[in-house]
């Protein structure tokens, strides 16, 4: 199927309704996507409801710039991104619609290159991409491809996660090492002439979240996406008016993630990440729940916890000293995701 | 709440996660879009499951240019793209989540009427916003707006709706006057120095699919928007491998749209409808689909029919004579939705 597209570059044709969109989509995105659910020629398809757990649902958009980066591209993205807004709210990821913006003059190696990263992420994933949609605009409107996506899971009855879960005295957890999705798509851009074996991290952390949630104690989960882990602990001590502690020390960040930051003058903390997770338990859980995490995320560490204090987010240095770590501002990275 | 958003135009910091996002969701889009499933602290919702009924999902991207038309703006335009895709499918239409890629330097006064109107849509259309995500990329690297949004509604189960169920002999019917969704938005572009009390006919269809649906001999519906009428009919003609007969003097299309397309050169059946829907039937249901229709659709008519017949769409022209309508090639109107 795929051989049988043979147009070199998006047209304004291709979002018209006509024959070369029909084509695009039955020749193109059809083949690499299929799956029992998908029907591209229906207005909107029919899933199978779980009676007994519940049905949530997440919608995010993806500029990421440049559109291929280590790691992944802005199709694999997409998958992550959706997969885990899901799986962080303790719900099995399990449908995805799909609407594409394409630009005029976009080569389709390129596109088809982003399909097969996101027809592949969703088959790892376990998520079946259901209903589509795709529109073309001019030359200069959009910045190649923009991807909006938006999950469908399903979580069993009873389970209570949220930020209004979160007590003074529960610890947090990361899954891994910190920014790197932010710290690669920084390299690719090749804006400082830097490259590196950096690697984004982009993954679905549906096994972490799982494992997590067999954890008596488990309060809340978040992945540390757009303003990165400190965004988190800014979401926590705002929502709980709780201050949150983290000890720098016990934050894991890979040393080439380091030495980008060191170099171009940026905090890791602030930096994206797109395959962890952070989790809120309850202390007497933490050691548990750790051990739960290790076993899927090796690199796992508890690193900080929630104090009975005025809300800040309030750093522990290496050095034994305090910084009040500030809401983000002004966008160092925009196009991260 | 309105009024405590006090910024001017977007900047990139609108999307980084930060203080002035969470500003720019807390005081502009929430308050808007309120109610009760919306939480915008949250990476996403769960939703109330209706275990005797079907769950449908549909997807669609909205690049209109221009992003305010009269009629509409690109906000009420999502909303009414969404809910007539479930309600061509027989679903109720309830839920929907909204992608937003907004443009640094966009005057925020827009945005406010955008979400307004997109606001006002959704609540005559009984949909609820129940999830979302704002993309803000630089100057140049989009138009303004453009959003994809992702209904869920309910259908209930047995329906038995789609391109499958067409047969030989069945009548086609349009709910109203076409193309005045494609008419107003080319002249809202004032390219041609023309000006019109032409309005887009942009609206629900539920009401419409859901008087058909009571009527046994239903077959198939869709919403002519992209390419009109006449792509309707060839997807019909190519799902089927019959043929589509049109009667052009039964197709209403009122006199603004006939004197624009006269004039530029645009044929009426190939332009977008927003707030029409073409039903197939099977003939011996067909007055009383028409009937049942016109009670919500004073205009609808009965306009053609499927024959045995080699695949191909054939309009009975008004003098009598035969014209095959060719399936759409290139894009005479691109960015109409």
Known sequence: MHLRF????????????GRLMRELIEELFAPALKNPHLDTRADAVA???EANRELLVTTDGFTVQPLEFP?????????????????VSGAEPRFMTLSIFLEEGLEIVRLRRVIAALADAARDSGIAVVAGDTKVVGRGDCDGIYLAATGIGFRPRGVRLGLDHVRAGDRLLVSGPIGEHGAAVLLARQEFGLRGDLKSDAASVWPQARALMAVAGLRFMRDPTRGGLATVAHELARATQLSVHL????IPIS?????????????????????????VVAAEAAEGALGALREVAPEAMLIGEMRQAPPQVVLATAFGGLRALDELEDDPLPRIC
């Open 6 to 17: 043979r147009d070199s570059h998006i047209s304004l044709a291709h979002g018209n309704g």
């Open 47 to 49: 899933l199978p409801i």
């Open 71 to 87: 790691g992944g591209n802005i199709g694999s993205l997409a998958v992550h991104g959706t997969v885990n807004d899901l799986a």
């Open 247 to 250: 000890s720098e020390q016990a």
């Open 255 to 279: 040393d080439p993630v380091l030495s980008v930051c060191e170099l171009l003058g940026f905090d890791p903390l602030y930096l994206a990440c797109e395959g962890r997770l952070v989790a």
